[in-house]
């Protein structure tokens, strides 16, 4: 037997032992529905009330914003609308660049992409799986300057007009850190915290550090409306530009239709809300399961050689959305030998996403040389992760 193999009897062996034997494969993530997820969807079909108009829209945006600890919420229909309209409430125009994490979801630099700016990505921490604090500003210090008009990249002459922290899996990033960049460098910060509802950090729900944050309900993350997203903010007057440009940027009006801008018609529907506010009130009890699992996850991996499981920090509380291990010595292994062995034994595991700087159409884009990031895109895997394993 190779050493990857070897390893892959092992991780399987020890995925086995903390949620049973495996006849069926079992996904990565499914969502769960044991609530009033009937009721409301049901509710919906039954008034008819199940597109642009609705109760369950407003209730949903103030029990999030409740939920979350920020002032406002507004909820549209996808992850990757709310990321677009938080990166235009933080001023992002065209021609601007935006710092994004090489290890992302490609929504985080699509987002940017359709403002027709230009995604400039940046290295990862190893500790904490977010951006590295440290790295990031050693290379602004080679790469930037401040001017009247904001910060500047000396390379390219483009403004660098947002820094977008994502928190990997759920895991929180060093958002003081980043913070201090961010007030250092006059780059206001727009949270990808798609994958991280419920998760703090030093006992502040994520969502709530900079102008704005984006959350994603899509299937597969920790609480579903079906598709959809919402934006989180602190600010009242951008919460009610973002509400009126995801809304058509309609000037309120009983039977006159006139419009000030361009808008979007990003607002979630009805339908999607109810099932939305069925899904927040399993939030505590998902949050509680998912931790709960990870802790099972990181006892059963805990003198494992050859991989570790990746655990919060201390001064950080993680939904634990998605499990990861991270191999040892990676290069060593074939990760695609450990995936194709878990995969053929019915754990759908997976690797995180190859780095976006080597993305077909990212690949001129400006970018940090990423070596961190790289070694994780290399040493990921991903495992079972959904609440009803616990
Ligand atoms: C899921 C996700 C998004 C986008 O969400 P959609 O709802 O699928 O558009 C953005 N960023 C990250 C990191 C994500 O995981």
């Known amino acids: 037997m190779s050493n990857s193999e070897i390893l892959?009897?092992?991780?399987?062996?020890?995925?086995?032992?903390?949620?049973?034997?495996?006849?069926?494969?079992?996904?990565?993530?499914?969502?769960?529905?044991?609530?009033?997820?009937?009721?409301y969807v049901k509710d919906c079909l039954d008034s008819g009330w199940v597109s642009s108009v609705g109760t369950y829209v407003d209730r949903f945006e103030q029990e999030l914003a409740a939920y979350?600890?920020?002032?406002?919420?507004?909820?549209?229909?996808?992850?990757?609308?709310?990321?677009?309209?938080?990166?235009?409430?933080?001023?992002?125009?065209?021609?601007?660049?935006?710092?994004?994490?090489?290890?992302?979801?490609i929504a985080s630099a699509n987002a940017v992409s359709y403002l027709g700016?230009?995604?400039?990505?940046?290295?990862?921490?190893?500790?904490?799986?977010?951006?590295?604090?440290?790295?990031?500003?050693?290379?602004?210090?080679?790469?930037?300057?401040?001017?009247?008009?904001?910060?500047?990249?000396?390379?390219?002459?483009?403004?660098?007009?947002?820094?977008?922290?994502?928190?990997?899996?759920?895991?929180?990033?060093?958002?003081?850190?980043?913070?201090?960049?961010?007030?250092?460098?006059?780059?206001?910060?727009?949270?990808?915290?798609?994958?991280?509802?419920?998760?703090?950090?030093?006992?502040?729900?994520?969502?709530?550090?900079?102008v704005a944050a984006a959350l994603s309900f899509n299937g597969n993350k920790i609480i579903t409306t079906g598709g959809g997203g919402a934006i989180l903010t602190n600010d009242e007057r951008l919460a009610d530009k973002a509400k009126h440009l995801t809304t058509t940027a309609k000037i309120p009006h009983k039977w006159e239709f006139d419009h000030d801008q361009v808008g979007y018609n990003y607002r979630m529907p009805n339908i999607?809300?109810?099932?939305?506010?069925?899904?927040?009130?399993?939030?505590?009890?998902?949050?509680?399961?998912?931790?709960?699992?990870?802790?099972?996850?990181?006892?059963?991996?805990?003198?494992?050689?050859?991989?570790?499981?990746?655990?919060?920090s201390s001064d950080r509380e993680s939904n634990y959305w998605i499990n990861a291990l991270i191999l040892d010595n990676h290069g060593e292994v074939e990760l695609d030998e450990i995936l194709n062995f878990l995969n053929k034994n019915n754990i759908m595991a997976r690797k995180a996403w190859k780095i976006l700087s080597n993305v077909g159409c990212y690949q001129e884009m400006p970018s940090m040389k990423n070596r961190n990031a790289k070694i994780l895109s290399n040493s990921i895997i991903n495992i079972p992760s959904s609440q009803c394993l616990f």
């Open 68 to 105: 979350c600890g920020v002032k406002r919420a507004i909820s549209v229909v996808n992850g990757t609308s709310a990321l677009q309209v938080c990166l235009i409430l933080a001023g992002v125009r065209s021609g601007d660049e935006v710092l994004v994490p090489a290890l992302s979801f």
């Open 117 to 210: 700016a230009v995604p400039h990505f940046v290295d990862s921490d190893l500790n904490s799986l977010g951006i590295d604090v440290r790295a990031l500003e050693g290379y602004l210090s080679k790469i930037a300057e401040i001017t009247e008009d904001g910060c500047f990249n000396r390379n390219t002459g483009r403004r660098i007009a947002a820094l977008m922290p994502m928190h990997t899996f759920g895991h929180p990033c060093d958002m003081d850190g980043l913070a201090i960049i961010s007030e250092k460098w006059g780059i206001p910060i727009v949270e990808d915290a798609a994958e991280a509802l419920g998760s703090k950090y030093k006992d502040n729900h994520v969502g709530c550090f900079g």
């Open 8 to 39: 892959a009897l092992e991780i399987k062996a020890r995925i086995e032992s903390v949620i049973g034997q495996i006849d069926d494969p079992v996904p990565l993530h499914r969502p769960s529905f044991e609530g009033k997820e009937w009721d």
């Open 272 to 312: 999607n809300a109810a099932l939305g506010c069925a899904q927040l009130e399993m939030m505590p009890d998902f949050l509680r399961r998912k931790r709960a699992l990870a802790r099972r996850y990181a006892e059963a991996f805990s003198d494992m050689e050859g991989c570790t499981f990746f655990s919060e």
